[in-house]
């Protein structure tokens, strides 16, 4: 599966573009702790992990609504149903980060684990429509 997905551009193109766009909070994140001299500067910020696995369901909602091809018409919206609520699950999730780090008292350890997990299944599944769109269809008809 992951030689496909390397071996084809448009694949590439989706890796590249969504994953690591909505990595790079993080790694920057990351960065200015490793190389910055700031003493509260926290290392990691939930909401940037969840951050990830809204742009990476962004983008799988955005590539299966321009599937044209009949066959997959009942697939896509399994994933459109499925990425929505996700979507919808993960802002609550967003919203308990932003209050956490407003100083209200959530569970961090636990916000920070839920984020972690939505951030993995975010990935699987993005990889997952991906994989179908751009190597098992032949000639797809979506625009990444």
């Known amino acids: 599966m992951f030689t496909g997905l ?6 590439l193109k989706w890796l590249f573009y969504t994953v690591f766009i909505a990595f790079l909070p ?5 960065i200015i702790w490793l190389f910055g001299n700031f ?7 939930i909401s940037d992990i969840y951050l990830f696995s809204l742009i990476v369901h962004l983008s799988v909602l955005h590539e299966l609504r321009h ?10 919206e399994k ?7 996700f979507m919808i ?5 967003i919203l308990c980060a932003f209050l956490n780090e407003a100083g ?23 990889i ?3 994989y179908k769109i751009c190597c098992q269809i032949p000639n797809s008809s979506t625009d990444l």
């Open 39 to 45: 003493p509260n500067f926290a290392v990691y910020s």
């Open 26 to 30: 993080i790694l920057i994140r990351l």
């Open 6 to 11: 390397i071996n084809n551009p448009k694949a």
């Open 79 to 85: 994933f459109i149903t499925l990425s929505e609520v």
């Open 128 to 130: 997952n429509v991906f």
């Open 67 to 76: 599937i044209t091809d009949i066959e997959l018409l009942q697939w896509s």
């Open 104 to 126: 209200k008292n959530f569970h961090e350890y636990a916000l920070l684990g839920m984020a972690i997990f939505f951030a993995f299944v975010s990935f699987i599944i993005g």
């Open 89 to 93: 699950i993960t802002m609550i999730f």
